[in-house]
């Protein structure tokens, strides 16, 4: 069973439109990631989130993009009025204490 | 800025060899040191992830950890045409960001 699981795995958009992207990870994992890779480049980090807050973000997730964990499971990534440049990859991963797990990743091809 | 250094590749070798993956990494607080398989279009999976200075053998897999010299590598044993990806070196503090190098191709050449 896998540690993380995303939501859709693939989702097409009107530059303009928002986007939501899900993760479930397994439960009493506390700490989780957004990371996005653009199509052959590198993994980039955008928000951790801690105790249902947001721990540290990177200076791409700015006013655009916001996390929640609205029901103690689901953890959210929402991206308002997606941009061409916003298609990539998006991978949620959660912290285990002894490693970080990558969930399969949701491909946001904006158009 | 904490930086993760690989050679991007593509790294060439035959079946059966040993492929040898090098990453090196500036943050010299770094805690905890992973490699991650990615095939084209997929998530990243972890193979190993090492703490200690010293070897880390998994199957097929050894990790090695050098602190002093702030390097860790990956050798793959016995080289597989499946084993042919992009291995990701990545970096972290512990209960911090990760932060992911470039990457290096691997491609095995039956």
């Known amino acids: 069973e896998p540690e993380v699981t995303q939501t859709p795995s693939h989702q097409v958009t009107q530059m303009g439109q928002e986007v939501i992207l899900r993760c479930v990870p397994i439960?009493?994992?506390?700490?989780f990631y957004w990371y996005r890779q653009i199509l052959g480049q590198k993994v980039e980090f955008l928000v951790s989130?801690?105790?249902?807050?947001?721990?540290?973000k990177s200076e791409i997730f700015d006013d655009q993009f916001s996390v929640e964990r609205p029901d103690g499971s689901n953890f959210t990534l929402k991206i308002r009025s997606t941009k061409l440049e916003d298609s990539a990859m998006y991978f949620c991963?959660?912290?285990?204490?002894?490693?970080?797990?990558f969930g399969e990743g949701s491909w946001l091809t904006v158009v | 800025q904490k930086e993760v250094e690989q050679n991007s590749g593509p790294l060439s070798v035959p079946e059966g060899a040993i492929a040898s993956l090098n990453c090196t990494y500036s943050d010299r607080g770094s805690q905890s040191f992973f490699w991650y398989r990615q095939y084209s279009g997929k998530s990243p999976e972890l193979i190993m992830f090492i703490y200690s200075n010293g070897d880390k053998e998994d199957g097929r897999f050894t990790a090695q950890l050098n602190k002093a010299s702030q390097y860790v590598s990956l050798l793959i044993r016995d080289s597989q045409p499946s084993d042919s990806a992009t291995y990701l070196c990545a970096v972290t503090g512990g209960y911090q960001k990760v932060t992911f190098g470039t990457g290096t191709k691997l491609q095995v050449i039956p």
């Open positions: 991963a959660t912290d285990t204490g002894d490693t970080i797990y």
């Open positions: 439960s009493n994992h506390l700490y």
């Open positions: 989130f801690y105790n249902n807050e947001i721990s540290e």
